[in-house]
């Protein structure tokens, strides 16, 4: 089974309240797979309850999502790789799908959509939901149609891995599915899209509507201008 070949990628910070249970979920559903938990600089027990679960734990210290996501695509040792966000909001049981389009329909990168999906009630607020539609509208219009550019569920083929290290990412903060979408599109790599499940987070969100939205739509914007394939 080449569940063997993928690597789970978890970035992770101050995610003590639901680092185990994914941990423990993964494993049960694929327990061939790799899972790695970068700990983006936690101030919790995010780490020690991973590595209570025997999994590889490596540390970014540089503030993050994408910092800490480079620094997973350098470790894994695996053809395939799948990102997920630590706070249970995906299922990890969806994963499966997103690997059969990589390993069966010969896609590169496959993004989980949560607006073509199934959405527990308040999973997403009814104003993010309105900027995700303006952003993926955006994202189609100037790469390729997708419906959830900023869904956190992802998996990557190695060779979309190795053009992500070598382009390497710009931005830290929650522009980085755009970022990875708009370069990975520009560089010619086939790209699908599948619809998954989406809970609601236990705790507060982390991201802040109207400036992480205005920061992905210019990432958006400023990624088209650049040169093909840069």
């Given at each position: 089974?080449?569940?063997?070949?993928?690597?789970?990628?978890?970035?992770?910070?101050?995610?003590?309240?639901?680092?185990?249970?994914?941990?423990?979920?993964?494993?049960?559903?694929?327990?061939?797979?790799?899972?790695?938990?970068?700990?983006?600089?936690?101030?919790?027990?995010?780490?020690?309850?991973?590595?209570?679960?025997?999994?590889?734990?490596?540390?970014?210290g540089?503030?993050?999502?994408?910092?800490?996501?480079?620094?997973?695509?350098?470790?894994?040792?695996?053809?395939?790789?799948?990102?997920?966000?630590?706070?249970?909001?995906?299922?990890?049981?969806?994963?499966?799908?997103?690997i059969?389009?990589?390993?069966?329909?010969?896609?590169?990168?496959?993004?989980?959509?949560?607006?073509?999906?199934?959405?527990?009630?308040?999973?997403?607020?009814?104003?993010?939901?309105?900027?995700?539609?303006?952003?993926?509208?955006?994202?189609?219009?100037?790469?390729?149609?997708?419906?959830?550019?900023?869904?956190?569920?992802?998996?990557?083929?190695?060779?979309?891995?190795?053009?992500?290290i070598?382009?390497?990412?710009?931005?830290?903060?929650?522009?980085?599915?755009?970022?990875?979408?708009?370069?990975?599109?520009r560089?010619?790599?086939?790209?699908?899209?599948?619809?998954?499940?989406?809970r609601?987070?236990?705790?507060?969100?982390?991201?802040?509507?109207?400036p992480?939205?205005?920061?992905?739509?210019?990432?958006?914007?400023?990624?088209?201008?650049?040169?093909?394939?840069?």
């Open positions: 089974m080449f569940i063997k070949e993928v690597t789970f990628i978890i970035p992770a910070y101050n995610e003590e309240k639901s680092i185990g249970q994914l941990i423990d979920r993964i494993k049960m559903l694929y327990p061939d797979a790799d899972i790695l938990v970068v700990d983006n600089n936690s101030s919790d027990r995010t780490s020690e309850i991973a590595t209570s679960r025997g999994v590889r734990v490596i540390f970014e540089k503030q993050g999502k994408a910092n800490a996501m480079m620094t997973g695509f350098r470790n894994m040792e695996t053809e395939y790789a799948v990102m997920m966000d630590a706070d249970l909001t995906y299922d990890p049981k969806d994963s499966r799908v997103l059969d389009a990589l390993k069966d329909e010969g896609a590169d990168v496959v993004l989980g959509s949560r607006i073509r999906g199934e959405r527990e009630d308040g999973a997403i607020s009814g104003l993010n939901m309105v900027g995700n539609r303006i952003l993926s509208i955006t994202a189609s219009f100037l790469y390729t149609p997708v419906s959830d550019v900023c869904t956190g569920h992802w998996a990557f083929s190695r060779a979309a891995v190795e053009r992500i070598d382009c390497g990412l710009k931005y830290s903060g929650f522009e980085l599915e755009a970022e990875m979408f708009s370069r990975l599109s560089s010619g790599f086939k790209i699908l899209e599948v619809p998954i499940s989406y609601k987070r236990a705790d507060e969100p982390k991201l802040s509507s109207f992480d939205g205005f920061r992905i739509f210019r990432a958006l914007i400023l990624e088209r201008l650049k040169l093909k394939g840069v």
